[in-house]
Nanobody
Framework: QVQLVESGGGLVQPGGSLRLSCVAS????????EDWYRQAPGKQREWVSG???????AYANSAKGRFSISRDSAKNTVYLQMNTLKSEDTAVYYC???????????WGQGTQVTVSS
């Protein structure tokens, strides 16, 4: 059974930091690309950042310079370090795993991030 379990969300003040984690089980993690998405209330889900199986990272413009994605294949985990958080970063954050051949895709259940004073 494939599972992606996110954690690390919470309430943080503007300017603060959080590190999200996504632990994958039931898949060969090393042959999956990993992405973070987010969905704010009333808005469509949007891509935030992604990291390829060989470690190439990419970011949405909203995340560049503030967020950093990384992966630890030994722990089957992908991380999203989020710094200088803004109120507009408030959303449910989801991780997604996509096999490198594009044939399989899995989503986590999401973790809530709230940026508020």
């Amino acid at each position: 059974q494939v599972q992606l379990v996110e954690s690390g969300g919470g309430l943080v003040q503007p300017g603060g930091s959080l590190r999200l984690s996504c632990v994958a089980s039931g898949i060969a993690f090393s042959v999956y690309n990993e992405d973070w998405y987010r969905q704010a209330p009333g808005k469509q889900r949007e891509w935030v950042s992604g990291i390829s199986s060989d470690g190439f990272a990419a970011y949405a413009n909203s995340a560049k310079g503030r967020f950093s994605i990384s992966r630890d294949s030994a722990k089957n985990t992908v991380y999203l370090q989020m710094n200088t958080l803004k109120s507009e970063d408030t959303a449910v954050y989801y991780c997604k795993a996509v096999s490198t051949d594009g044939g399989r895709e899995y989503w986590g259940q999401g973790t809530q991030v709230t940026v508020s004073s």
